[in-house]
């Protein structure tokens, strides 16, 4: 097995809260409205949403994937952290175990958020990961935190309380 690593940090003028809000706890809600041409839904399969829950996407007619199914490893509201593994689907491709992440917002100086993301790879034997398919899939999920970010500064109000 070899173990690799990524990790990212964006910066957002949106508050920390709000975004994990959003993003993390309201996800299942959100993303399908503001990415509708991408992800169909997002279920939870097993659990009521907090760590050792199941979730899954589906995506989008005419997407590359089909769906995936993910648990969430950790959830706290307190330290704006989030871990789930992925664990199922057209993403795990035949020589990769699973992929972790690890989802950390903290407040910025500005009263916006910084957003810390590790993801961990898991392959079974030797296989090496194809760099592309990580940088399209890291994208993929910028394209969708930007998409959250966005309705957020449109939606001042929302995911205050």
Known sequence: MVVTAYSDEHTSPVSASRIFKASILDSHNLIPKLMPQVIKSIEIVEGDGGAGSVKQINFAEGSNFKSIKYRIDELNE????????????????????????????????????????????????????????????????????????????????????
């Open 78 to 161: 307190g330290t704006l952290t989030y871990k789930y593994t992925l664990i199922e689907g057209d993403a795990l491709v035949e020589n990769l175990e699973k992929i972790t992440y690890e989802v950390k917002f903290e407040k910025a100086a500005d009263g916006g958020a910084i957003s810390k993301v590790t993801s961990t790879y898991y392959t079974v034997g030797d296989f090496k990961l194809n760099e592309d398919e990580i940088k399209a899939g890291k994208e993929r999920v910028l394209g969708m935190y930007k998409a959250v970010e966005a309705y957020l500064i449109q939606n001042p109000d929302a995911y205050n309380a």
